[in-house]
């Protein structure tokens, strides 16, 4: 029930292209779905994030879609350019358990030029 | 902008041995973790610690590790007797609400 599941393992991008990237959670006590970016030999570096009161958060050319109901989030990246290349984790955490993260299982995306 | 930094970047240790992986989170935060990054895996949760002591901790974390603050701004992870799997990147974050920072990483490798 702790899992944070994530597809597609990797993604192809064209330049200008959109990618999306799906993660599903099992528990509903999560409250907060943060996304990270994660280059070679770097820490994770927050994205963006969400919390279940909203369906919708966009950041420039990042989109995070929420459905409670199906338990399921998204992030779009629109316009994708291969600076965007890097690996994708998908994350969940809840206030009343210290916030530890609970990180899916990532996503290689690349972005050709 | 403020930053969440780690010494070493590597360590190379011999099964059996210590290690001290040192964390300098950021400084008005107040939750502090560690993470570790298995290759090619996805990060997993090791501890968590808020208020000088241990708030939550994974099945991972067990009595061959320790964590520690000793003066207020360091956040340290011990080791006591390194194996073989605990060969992997092990991140120092930490936060004040809810968005963690992540430091760059200790790659430890245990021959």
């Known amino acids: 029930q702790q899992q944070v599941k994530q597809s597609p393992q990797s993604l192809i991008v064209q330049k200008g292209g959109i990618s999306i990237i799906n993660c599903a959670y099992e528990n509903t006590a999560f409250d907060y779905f943060p996304w990270y970016q994660q280059f070679p030999g770097k820490g994770p570096a927050l994205l963006i994030a969400i919390r279940p009161d909203v369906s919708e958060k966009k950041e420039g050319r990042f989109t995070i879609s929420f459905n409670k109901s199906a338990k399921q989030f998204s992030l779009h990246i629109m316009d994708s350019q291969p600076g965007d290349s890097a690996t994708y984790f998908c994350a969940a955490s809840r206030m009343d358990s210290s916030y530890k993260l609970i990180f899916g299982s990532g996503t290689r995306l690349l972005v050709r030029p | 902008e403020p930053e969440v930094t780690q010494t070493p970047s590597h360590q190379v240790t011999q099964m059996g041995q210590e290690v001290i992986l040192r964390c300098v989170p950021i400084s008005n935060h107040l939750y502090f973790y560690w993470y570790r990054q298995i290759l090619g895996q996805k990060v997993e949760f090791l501890v968590s610690?808020?208020?000088?002591?241990?708030?939550?901790k994974s099945e991972i974390f067990d009595d061959q590790f320790s964590v520690e603050r000793p003066d207020g701004s360091n956040f340290t992870l011990k080791i006591r007797s390194t194996k073989l799997e605990d060969s992997a990147m092990y991140f120092c974050?930490?936060?004040?609400?809810?968005?963690?920072?992540f430091g760059p990483g200790t790659r430890l490798l245990v021959l």
């Open positions: 610690f808020y208020n000088n002591e241990i708030s939550e």
């Open positions: 974050a930490s936060d004040l609400q809810e968005t963690q920072y």
